[in-house]
């Protein structure tokens, strides 16, 4: 089993920045892949962003050049910088971790971005 703690949602202006953090623990094994998907009501499940053990990251078009996957390997820690939010990056954003076969989902931290 993987567990996975997010942190650093928020409410935020348009223009603004946040930084998201998901610390994964339990079952883990060196060679993996962690990311970022985020969600709003009726609409499915999306991939922001993932990063493998080894460094190599994939960016959704919507948030390239705005957005910045990156990871701590000693502290099993995905981050999630996100500049120049819009008023369209407002969702639940969600950690997940996957090796093995083996997909896990953390509980979700709210990003608003309003004025």
């Known amino acids: 089993q993987v567990q996975l703690v997010e942190s650093g949602g928020g409410l935020v202006q348009p223009g603004g920045s946040l930084r998201l953090s998901c610390a994964a623990s339990g079952s883990i094994f060196s060679i993996n892949t962690m990311g970022w998907y985020r969600q709003v009501p009726g609409k499915e499940r999306e991939l922001v962003a993932v990063?493998?053990?080894?460094?190599?990251?994939k960016h959704a078009d919507s948030v390239k050049g705005r957005f910045t996957i990156s990871r701590d390997n000693a502290k099993n820690t995905v981050y999630l910088q996100m500049n120049s939010l819009k008023p369209e990056d407002t969702a639940v954003y969600y950690c997940?971790?996957?090796?093995?076969?083996?997909?896990?989902w953390g509980k979700g931290t709210q990003v608003t971005v309003s004025s």
């Open positions: 990063i493998t053990s080894g460094g190599s990251t």
């Open positions: 997940n971790y996957y090796s093995r076969g083996m997909n896990y």
